[in-house]
T-cell receptor
Framework: GAVVSQHPSWVICKSGTSVKIECRSLDFQATTMFWYRQFPKQSLMLMATSNEGSKATYEQGVEKDKFLINHASLTLSTLTVTSAHPEDSSFYIC?????????????FGPGTRLTVT | GIQVEQSPPDLILQEGANSTLRCNFSDSVNNLQWFHQNPWGQLINLFYIPSGTKQNGRLSATTVATERYSLLYISSSQTTDSGVYFCAGGGGFKTIFGAGTRLFVKA
């Protein structure tokens, strides 16, 4: 159980275009979802936290107008990178958790590798 | 915010050796997890361990919440154990990651 999927697994786009990444919890309801980005040989950096039906909470330094997050249902969150530039190229990973029962374990998707040319 | 420190940053082992990875937190956490990131980037859940001790095969973990640290033990290491090990935790809704321990197990 506790499977999280991401789509697409990789994407190449031209500078100035927008890209949408989907994150789904397949076998549980995720009241909270998280978006991380990871540069090569570095750790995961939290970008934002989203709760179903609420606006996302962004970490300091993350542009909310550039990285649009929508958590429309208990099983789906989307990250849209708007007007992408080469410096946005990175590995984006989502995670989800259902803290019912007081357990805060997070489950991660397989990640999306974004390359902006 | 909470700071997460992992040690050692890099570790090279001969196959069959044992190792201990450490994770220190700057403040109390109510959730703590250990992950293994495989070569394709997928994070594999190893342990959810805000306190106490757990074991799963050759891996075990111990968290001493009052002293704000956690340990991951790998026994009889295998080449397939190679990769990056992360600990992560937080005091509320957030989960913050440490920098990771990069493990290479030689055959």
């Amino acid at each position: 159980g506790a499977v999280v999927s991401q789509h697409p697994s990789w994407v190449i786009c031209k500078s100035g275009t927008s890209v949408k990444i989907e994150c789904r919890s397949l076998d549980f309801q995720a009241t909270t979802m998280f978006w991380y980005r990871q540069f090569p040989k570095q750790s995961l950096m939290l970008m934002a936290t989203s709760n179903e039906g609420s606006k996302a909470t962004y970490e300091q330094g993350v542009e909310k107008d550039k990285f649009l997050i929508n958590h429309a249902s208990l099983t789906l969150s989307t990250l849209t990178v708007t007007s992408a530039h080469p410096e946005d190229s990175s590995f984006y990973i989502c995670s989800a958790r259902d803290p019912s029962g007081g357990v805060y374990e997070q489950y991660f998707g397989p990640g999306t590798r974004l390359t902006v040319t | 915010g909470i700071q997460v420190e992992q040690s050692p940053p890099d570790l090279i082992l001969q196959e069959g050796a044992n190792s201990t990875l450490r994770c220190n937190f700057s403040d109390s956490v109510n959730n703590l997890q250990w992950f293994h990131q495989n070569p394709w980037g997928q994070l594999i859940n190893l342990f959810y361990i805000p306190s106490g001790t757990k074991q799963n095969g050759r891996l075990s973990a111990t968290t001493v919440a009052t002293e704000r640290y956690s340990l991951l033990y790998i026994s009889s290491s295998q080449t397939t154990d190679s990769g990056v090990y992360f600990c992560a935790g937080g005091g509320g809704f957030k989960t913050i990651f440490g920098a990771g321990t990069r493990l290479f197990v030689k055959a």
